[in-house]
C-alpha cells in the first residue's frame, strides 16, 4: 500500500481544500447523488490541480472548462490506474449512487 500524500487542490469543487490520499497520482472526487466526478491530478508544484484531459466521461459542454464528468459505474474509477474516491457531501443520498447500493437494504 502507498503512503499517504496531503495536498492542497486548485479547481473544482475541492478548490483550497487540502485532502489526504494513498493514490500519490491523484484521485478521483464525486458526487454521486448527481452522478458527476472530477479527475485531480499531482502537479510539479506538490497540489493536486483539476485535470481537463478529454475523455468520454468529459461532460460537454461546461466539462470542458469546469473538468466536469459523467460517472461512469463500469470504470469508477475512470483512469486505468487505481485512484482514491473522494466522496463529496455528507448526507446519505450524496453517498447513494453506486450500482451496489439500490438502497433495498435499508
Not at 71 to 99: F, V
Request: glycine share 10%; proline share 6%.
Amino acid at each position: 500500500m502507498s503512503e499517504a500524500v496531503t495536498a492542497w487542490c486548485e479547481e473544482g469543487p475541492l478548490n483550497g481544500k487540502q485532502v489526504t490520499v494513498t493514490s500519490p497520482d491523484g484521485f478521483i472526487a464525486t458526487d454521486r447523488a448527481a452522478g458527476k466526478a472530477w479527475i485531480y491530478k499531482r502537479s510539479s508544484s506538490d497540489r493536486f490541480t483539476l485535470c481537463f484531459d478529454h475523455d468520454n466521461s468529459l461532460v460537454y459542454p461546461q466539462g470542458v472548462d469546469t473538468g466536469e464528468r459523467r460517472i461512469d459505474w463500469d470504470r469508477l474509477p475512470l483512469a486505468t490506474d487505481p485512484m482514491n474516491e473522494i466522496k463529496l457531501g455528507d448526507s446519505a443520498e450524496a453517498l447513494s449512487g453506486d450500482p451496489v447500493d439500490d438502497g433495498w437494504g435499508q
